[in-house]
């Protein structure tokens, strides 16, 4: 099963606060897992990725936490500021790579001012 | 240094026509992907390549080919296109082997192809 499942689909966040963003996989034989993020307009940029080998990583204000016996990773963004309003995409990729990244649906943030 | 480069932004295309997108990769970037964005599957890998090889091939129907030249650019060929195809197609360069897991991709902006 190579299907990875984000939510939500959407989040409002008051600015300051902290957005947390969660994605579930099901192929075991995952061993990457990144972050995107896309404006209007332009293509995905990679935010953070981890491998399962760690619980999390941290860059910044962007935070990745892993639960491998729980098939589960999040991306946590603290300080949320009207900048980071955008879409969020988790995905994933065996380093068989044999299906390039799979993607989660997004997740379409917006940081109230 | 220069991003992804895509070619053309914008393309409007008629039923059963066919169609070539454009990459230009990151300078030494060897491996190039392609993906297809839309709202209701999001994205979707279509193929990747590495050393003018495709190493990998997403589940897309024969009518979506590609290659990628000896200094790395690449190009998509969509033939008999389809209502459905209207998509935005991106590309992503990579420095690793294995795209995507050793190295992060880069994505160009994209294309966006419009069918009627």
């Known amino acids: 099963q190579q299907q990875v499942k984000q939510s939500p689909q959407s989040l409002i966040v008051q600015k300051g606060g902290i957005s947390i963003i969660n994605c579930a996989y099901e192929?075991?034989?995952?061993?990457?897992f990144p972050w995107y993020q896309q404006f209007p307009g332009k293509g995905p940029a990679l935010l953070i990725a981890?491998?399962?080998?760690?619980s999390e990583k941290k860059e910044g204000r962007f935070t990745i936490s892993f639960n491998k016996s729980a098939k589960q990773f999040s991306l946590h963004i603290m300080d949320s500021q009207p900048g980071d309003s955008a879409t969020y995409f988790c995905?994933?990729?065996?380093?068989?790579?044999?299906?390039?990244?799979?993607f989660g649906k997004g997740t379409h943030l917006i940081i109230q001012p | 240094k220069a991003g992804v480069t895509q070619t053309p932004r914008y393309l409007i295309k008629t039923r059963g026509q066919q169609v070539t997108l454009s990459c230009s990769p990151i300078?030494?970037?060897?491996?190039v992907s392609w993906y297809q964005q839309t709202p209701g599957q999001g994205l979707q890998f279509l193929f990747e390549?590495?050393?003018?090889?495709?190493?990998n091939k997403g589940n897309f129907p024969g009518r979506f080919s590609g290659r990628q030249f000896s200094n790395s650019r690449s190009e998509m060929n969509v033939s008999t296109l389809e209502l459905g195809d209207s998509a935005l197609y991106l590309c992503?360069?990579?420095?690793?082997?294995?795209?995507?897991?050793?190295?992060?991709?880069?994505f160009g902006s994209g294309t966006r192809l419009t069918v009627v």
């Open positions: 192929n075991t034989a995952f061993d990457y």
């Open positions: 981890i491998r399962p080998d760690v």
């Open positions: 992503a360069s990579s420095l690793g082997t294995v795209p995507g897991t050793n190295y992060g991709y880069t």
């Open positions: 995905a994933a990729r065996s380093g068989g790579g044999a299906d390039g990244l799979t």
């Open positions: 390549y590495f050393s003018e090889t495709q190493r």
């Open positions: 300078s030494g970037h060897r491996s």
